[in-house]
T-cell receptor, first 112, second 115 residues
């Protein structure tokens, strides 16, 4: 069964600090891995999309990495801001791109 | 661009009642997805359409759930009869094509509470 596991489930960081979120998956073969940010009460918004051949992709202060051999991805947030408080969801697409498997998300709280 | 539009934003209904959720995808997008999100199960894909045709409805929990897409600019998700365990946030998303790497844009969601 395809699975996507995220860790930690939640974390609290101080404004200005960095943090890294982890995503492990068993989807195989897969075509792409996405990180979404979901603010409370809103729909998810895409941060990055990486194909299996990409190792890293950045979007402002967000940097995602992918190791297709170990089936691991990480999302690094640099110089966190209060607006980074949200849930971050890792999503892996199957080879055909039609089936998405969602992780449970990591809830990030940035404190001043 | 107005983005994906969903209505209503909130719905409270009693068990046994029919519930209809509505979605207007982004103009020009040809794929539409219905998701359900709960604390226990996270985000789950219920069904998706390509060019108004249902492609995969394997995520629909049971026969009480049905979805239609009569045209490229409108879709509905109906629950009849509703049950308390259907309480969740239902998201609609659209994309240009259903191929790897194409972005899905989510609507704001409908929060459904069944009492």
């Amino acid at each position: 069964k395809n699975q996507v596991e995220q860790s930690p489930q939640s974390l609290i960081i101080l404004e200005g600090k960095n943090c890294t979120l982890q995503c492990n998956y068993t989807v195989s073969p897969f075509s792409n891995l996405r990180w979404y940010k979901q603010d409370t009460g809103r729909g998810p918004v895409s941060l990055t999309i990486m194909t299996f051949s990409e190792n890293t992709k950045s979007n402002g202060r967000y940097t995602a990495t992918l190791d297709a051999d170990t089936k691991q991805s990480s999302l690094h947030i640099t110089a966190s801001q209060l607006s980074d408080s949200a849930s971050y969801i890792c999503v892996v697409s199957d080879a055909a791109g039609n089936k998405l498997t969602f992780g449970g998300g990591t809830r990030v709280l940035v404190k001043p | 661009d107005a983005g994906v539009i969903q209505s209503p934003r909130h719905e409270v209904t009693e068990m046994g009642q029919e519930v209809t959720l509505r979605c207007k995808p982004i103009s020009g997008h040809n794929s539409l997805f219905w998701y359900r999100q709960t604390m226990m199960r996270g985000l789950e894909l219920l069904i998706y359409f390509n060019n108004n045709v249902p492609i995969d409805d394997s995520g629909m929990p049971e026969d009480r759930f049905s979805a239609k897409m009569p045209n490229a600019s409108f879709s509905t998700l109906k629950i009849q009869p509703s049950e308390p365990r259907d309480s969740a946030v239902y998201f609609c998303a659209s994309s240009l094509v259903v191929v790897p790497g194409y972005e899905q844009y989510f609507g704001p969601g409908t929060r459904l509470t069944v009492t």
